[in-house]
Each structure stands twice: as C-alpha cells, then as structure tokens.
C-alpha cells in the first residue's frame, strides 16, 4: 500500500487529489495539510511514502517543506513530488536542489497522476518530457554553479558516464543499449553512483551531473558521455 500525504493551501484541489487517490487500489491518503508548516509537521507525524506537495503556499511554502522533509534523516525514505500549475517555472531548480524527486502538473490526466506515483514509489524521479526538456535547456544555458557542486572524483569512468546518460534524459534500459551492458548492470551503476554523491533519488543525479559540469551545451548532444 502506497500512502500519501496532500500539502496544498487550496482544500478544493486536496479533496480532488484525495478522491481520486482513495478510490485506487494500492494507495491511500494518509493525511493532508493546508500549508507547508503543518505538512512538515503532519510527515513526521506519519511517514507516509510519497508527499504531494504544492510549490506556492503561504508561510513556509513547499519549497522550504521539502528541504526540512529531505533533512530529516527520519524521513529518509519519503519522497515529495512537486505540484504545479505551469509546465516549468522559477521554482524547478530550488526544488530539485531541495530534495524534490519530481513534478505533477496539477491538471494532469488522472492515469498520469497515478502513474507518477508509481514511478516515484519505486524510487525513480519524476519529470514529465516538457519539464525535463525545459530543466535540461536551462541548466546547459547556466554555467557550472561548481561552488556547490559535489566531488566526481569518487566515480568509477562508468559511473561518470551513466551519470551522465541519465543527465541525458536516458531510461535505464537506453543507458544499457548506449553503453552495450544489461539494463541491471547500467541500474547498478547509477545506484552506486547516487549513493558515492549523495543524491536522494534519479532527480537529485540529474542536478549533480549539470552543476559539476559533467553535462554541459556541447555534450548533451553528442553520441557519448564525456
């Protein structure tokens, strides 16, 4: 069972969220929270698995609400995904920084919504296409923010170059056809990779790879990973 917390400031959108969760198998609303203060606060309380959290709210927003969730070593097997009402805006780099796993639109297909879920309960990030192709343009457009980027020097060459593949925007199984290994194999090594940086989940690698510079304008094109 799949149990979720709803952080949005709008009581309507959370009853929506909830109806449609609650009606589903293999997942229940394990509370809700009308700002971000309360959210964090209601987490504790019941470490659900997943946090629908809305990025804009009064008082601590859920930007802020993400940051004391990823924090919390207590809450280190919660997941937040964010919600939004725009297919990318400022806030999509601050969130991922601060441990976001991923995006929802808030007018997402219902099955979309449902399939975020699942994607985000098994451990991978969530960023639909639009917001991947506008986070990706974005962060090679920037330059390396290396100041606060982590050390790669602990990567294996193979590590460095999935890292990087997955920075790509690449499935696991793409990874393998790219680098001719098994999709287990190119899984193991962006999980050893997330591990050696630090990094929560697949989102968090993705913000590594651009902010150290492994992935930049002119290698996000090219046949293979630096």
């Known amino acids: 069972m799949i149990r979720v917390v709803l952080v949005d400031d709008q009581a309507l959108m959370r009853a929506g969220f909830r109806a449609l969760l609650d009606a589903e198998d293999g997942i229940t609303v394990a509370g809700e929270a009308g700002d971000g203060e309360s959210g964090v606060e209601l987490v504790r309380r019941v470490v659900p698995d997943i946090v629908l959290m809305d990025v804009q709210m009064p008082g601590a927003g ?5 940051r004391r969730i990823a924090g919390d070593p207590a809450l280190a097997d919660v997941r937040v995904v964010m919600l939004t ?3 990318f805006d400022a806030y999509v780099f601050d969130a991922l920084r601060a441990g976001a796993s991923g995006f929802l639109l808030k007018d997402s297909e219902p099955e979309d919504l449902l399939a975020g879920i699942g994607v985000v309960a098994r451990g991978d990030a969530l960023l639909s296409p639009s917001v991947t192709r506008r986070l990706i343009g974005e962060f090679v457009a920037r330059p390396p923010d290396r100041a606060t980027a982590p050390g790669l020097e602990g990567l294996t060459r193979r590590e460095r170059e999935v890292t990087a593949l ?9 990874i393998a056809g790219h680098m001719v290994i098994s999709p287990f194999t190119a899984k193991t090594h962006i999980s050893r990779a997330m591990t050696k940086l630090g990094a929560r989940d697949r989102a968090q690698l993705v913000v590594f790879a651009y902010e150290s510079g492994l992935v930049t304008a002119r290698t996000r094109g090219a046949g293979s990973a630096p």
């Open 166 to 174: 997955a920075a790509r925007g690449l499935t696991n199984e793409e």
């Open 62 to 66: 859920g930007i802020e609400a993400t």
């Open 85 to 87: 009402n725009y297919g």
